[in-house]
């Protein structure tokens, strides 16, 4: 094989898995930059806990998971340490209020929950993340 397009080839494969990592981390800058308005106290961690409930047939009460089935994918674990949409407390608020395109499994709740309810329910996700 020609060595040229050997190292093409190989240029072209190295960009195509740095394609495929990029695309794979679906974070959102912009929502990252967003910081919690509301404090993580335990009012709105219970507060949270019991917007949950809306969460829990896909995640699992205990935020562990759920199974999915043939119209849906398995939802995410939210105790993990494993995000694959964003990790921050504004990308947690952006997947809760907007949902996750493009194919949307992770509904939108933004015309069902205000934004502090949201907030709290992401403090109570943060306060069921299992500890390292």
């Known amino acids: 094989m020609d060595s040229r397009l050997f190292r093409t080839l190989i240029a072209a494969f190295a960009l195509a898995c740095a394609a495929r990592i990029v695309t794979s981390a679906q ?3 912009e929502a990252a930059k967003v910081k919690n308005p509301v404090a993580s106290t335990p009012e709105s961690i219970a507060a949270g806990k019991a917007v949950y409930a809306k969460c829990a047939p896909c995640h699992g009460v205990n935020g562990e998971g759920g ?4 119209l849906i994918p398995a939802a995410p674990s939210l105790v993990d340490d494993q ?3 964003g990790s921050t407390d504004g990308e947690i ?3 809760i209020k907007n949902g996750v395109a493009p194919d949307f499994n992770m509904v939108p709740w933004k015309d069902q929950l205000k934004d502090a309810d949201i907030w709290n329910v992401v403090n109570y996700v943060r ?4 500890k390292k």
């Open 27 to 29: 974070g959102n800058p």
């Open 67 to 70: 199974p999915g089935n043939d």
């Open 83 to 85: 995000w694959d949409h």
């Open 93 to 95: 608020f952006d997947n």
């Open 127 to 130: 306060s069921i993340a299992k």
